[in-house]
């Protein structure tokens, strides 16, 4: 499971794309019904045609806005789970992912609670990441040996650090276990 998405972009869609398509279909029919009948429509059966459009056209749309976000959550974090740095850079990340508003959609799937584990860094124009699974818990600060070199390093608990000698990618792996980021 990706650690960036949410249970809301993960959810079965089993059910959603035949609503939308029954109200879709149910939408073309009173479209076609009341052309059939406009020569014969007064004022209340103009109301009823408008009232009926929007009954079944209001789920499709709510369908279809949320297959757009999910799809859009997808992407981003198929191509985040891929990136071992603290923080991504937004330049970085638009050259990965050639999305128009790349800065907006990220604010409004977090908004939206689609994607997890992640934060805008308006000063730094940078994405930040959290460990996978893992949340940053009040910023607390630890002390870890790295893997490669062997120098003490100050990391953020939850998130991906890296040596400051030889920038190899340091984190916790499991509570309390010292590892790197494979």
Same mark, same amino acid.
Request: glycine content about 4%; proline content about 2%; overall charge positive.
């Given at each position: 499971m990706n650690p960036y998405l949410t249970s809301k972009a993960t959810k079965s869609l089993a059910w959603r794309i035949p609503v939308a398509l029954f109200c879709c279909v149910m939408? !073309?029919? *009173?479209?076609? @019904? *009341? /052309? $059939? %009948?406009? @020569? @014969?429509?007064?004022g209340y059966d103009v109301t009823a045609f408008l009232l009926l459009l929007? #009954?079944?056209l209001w789920p499709a749309i709510r369908i279809g806005?949320?297959?757009? #976000?999910?799809?859009?959550? /997808?992407?981003?974090a198929r191509i985040l789970t891929y990136k071992t740095e603290e923080s991504v850079?937004?330049?970085? #990340? +638009?050259q990965d992912l050639p999305m128009r508003h790349l800065t907006k959609r990220l604010a409004t799937l977090i908004q939206r609670d689609y994607l997890q584990n992640v934060h805008i860094d308006s000063a730094k124009n940078a994405v930040v990441l959290t460990a996978p699974n893992q949340q !940053? =818990? +009040?910023?607390? =600060?630890? $002390?870890?040996?790295?893997?490669?070199?062997?120098?003490?390093?100050? !990391? =953020?608990?939850? %998130? !991906?650090?890296?040596? =400051?000698?030889?920038?190899?990618?340091? *984190?916790?792996?499991?509570?309390?276990?010292?590892g790197i980021v494979q």
């Open positions: 939408s !073309v029919a *009173t479209v076609l @019904t *009341t /052309l $059939e %009948r406009q @020569t @014969t429509m007064n929007a #009954l079944f806005r949320h297959l757009l #976000l999910r799809y859009d959550a /997808l992407r981003i850079s937004m330049e970085n #990340l +638009h !940053v =818990i +009040h910023n607390d =600060i630890i $002390e870890m040996e790295c893997p490669n070199c062997g120098a003490k390093n100050q !990391v =953020i608990k939850g %998130r !991906v650090g890296r040596c =400051i000698y030889c920038e190899q990618p340091i *984190t916790l792996h499991n509570k309390g276990k010292k």
